[in-house]
């Protein structure tokens, strides 16, 4: 449900004045959490989750776009691994207040109202900031202004080859028809991109990764028995290896580039899957062996391949497939699509593993060998590439046939506009 507000934001509501909002949501939620203690009110805590799942719906779809339009191409893919980096070492935070700070019965909710401290911060931090270039060029009609903001994320004065190429694209993008949600899915145009989009932000939820973190508390009991004080401390190390791996995407993205990253990993991830259905069925259940070693290894690596492909290069990747006018749309849709790919795993993870217990690794194994396949075959690379030459980048594999409400587009002249850009 909270999904479908990104989209609406993301539409309707200027990039920068619509993250600034959606902090309502963040601190309302907050205040629910810190308040149900003292109401000594469950329901607050449920209204609570709510809320910050609206929060969470629109600012998964509206960051990385709005970073895709600030960002210079070169340092596009950089950039965008910095909110995947913060999120990890939030979620480090969050674990290291949870297990040896706020762990108490009278200290919880304060671990769940924290969250509003970071919008407090935002709110502050933020303004200043100019809105996304594209959109003051292209949707606000604001030359001037878009300049300001170029010269302001470049930090350069001389920003007119920018300001053309967003032209260019804008240009290319009214010979298309106008974006619907109904012509995103009919338009032929679209189709591939599409695909694409929606394929990449499922695998960040369908990899495997949280059946993965249910089992690394049963291999650390099995390794650490009774020893609650280093089961923690392994806890916490799962969060510094997502958080390290975060880190150095930030150096290495835009040299490997997005797709090699997306499908080594993927395919790392779909052989660890498999390595871990073997130790997990030929360790010692009673107590530790070299097989429950194995699975922690494999635990540990699974989360590292994860930080450099899926779970990072999805949000990096997905806005960089689509010009202007439908960008915020399929952004939106693509986060929507993994949004119900988690509450799938969700839904399904406790019937499957009571049904398959640890052979259900060998599900998630089959899932990454075909996103393995599908990023070989059809994912197109983008470092380094501006949007309109992403786009052409399709049409020249022969996937995008252009057509709209007024006649076919040819495909040739268009081709030559590009390569003159």
Not at 22 to 39: D, E, H, T
Not at 296 to 303: A, K, N, P, T
């Amino acid at each position: 449900m909270y999904s479908w507000a990104n989209i609406h934001v993301a539409l309707q509501s200027c990039r920068k004045y619509g993250l600034l909002l959606v902090n309502v949501f963040s601190i309302s939620g907050a205040l629910m959490f810190g308040g149900s203690k003292f109401a000594n009110s469950f329901e607050l805590v449920v209204m609570g989750r709510i809320v910050i799942g609206f929060y969470c719906g629109i600012t998964m779809a509206a960051v990385p776009l709005f970073i895709s339009e600030i960002s210079p191409k070169k340092y596009r893919g950089a950039l965008g691994c910095a909110p995947k980096f913060l999120l990890s070492i939030g979620i480090l935070m969050s674990q290291g207040l949870g297990i040896f700070v706020l762990n108490t019965d009278d200290t919880w909710h304060y671990l769940l109202a924290v969250t509003g401290l970071f919008s407090v911060i935002h709110l502050i931090m933020f303004p200043p900031c100019p809105d996304s270039p594209r959109w003051l060029l292209i949707t606000a009609k604001k030359p001037t202004a878009a300049k300001k903001a170029l010269q302001t994320y470049y930090g350069v004065d001389d920003v007119t080859w920018a300001m053309e190429e967003i032209l260019h694209e804008h240009k290319e993008e009214m010979k298309e028809e106008r974006v619907t949600l109904k012509s995103l899915f009919s338009n032929k145009l679209y189709r591939q991109p599409l695909l694409i989009s929606f394929t990449v932000m499922s695998s960040v939820q369908l990899c495997g990764l949280p059946a993965l973190y249910q089992y690394a508390i049963y291999v650390f009991g099995m390794i650490w028995p009774n020893d609650t004080k280093t089961i923690n401390y392994a806890i916490l190390g799962t969060g510094l290896a997502e958080a390290v791996s975060s880190f150095t995407n930030i150096f290495i993205i835009d040299r490997v580039g997005r797709r090699p990253l997306l499908l080594y990993t993927c395919a790392c991830m779909a052989v660890l899957n498999g390595i871990i259905t073997l130790s997990l069925n030929l360790s010692n259940p009673n107590h530790a062996d070299g097989w429950t070693y194995v699975s922690l290894i494999c635990i540990y690596c699974s989360i590292v391949a994860f930080s450099l492909g899926p779970g990072n290069v999805s949000y990096i990747l997905t806005p960089e497939l689509w010009t202007q006018g439908p960008r915020p749309l399929a952004v939106g849709l693509a986060v929507q699509v993994q949004w119900w790919s988690n509450f799938l795993v969700t839904l399904i993870f406790p019937f499957l593993q009571t049904a398959m217990d640890a052979y259900m690794f060998l599900l998630f194994m089959a899932i990454m060998v075909y996103y393995t396949v599908f990023v070989y075959f059809l994912v197109p690379e983008t470092k380094m590439k501006s949007f309109e030459e992403i786009v052409a980048q399709f049409r020249l594999r022969g996937k995008y046939t252009e057509k709209d409400n007024h006649g076919v587009t040819d495909d040739k002249t268009e081709m030559g506009d590009v390569g003159q850009n």
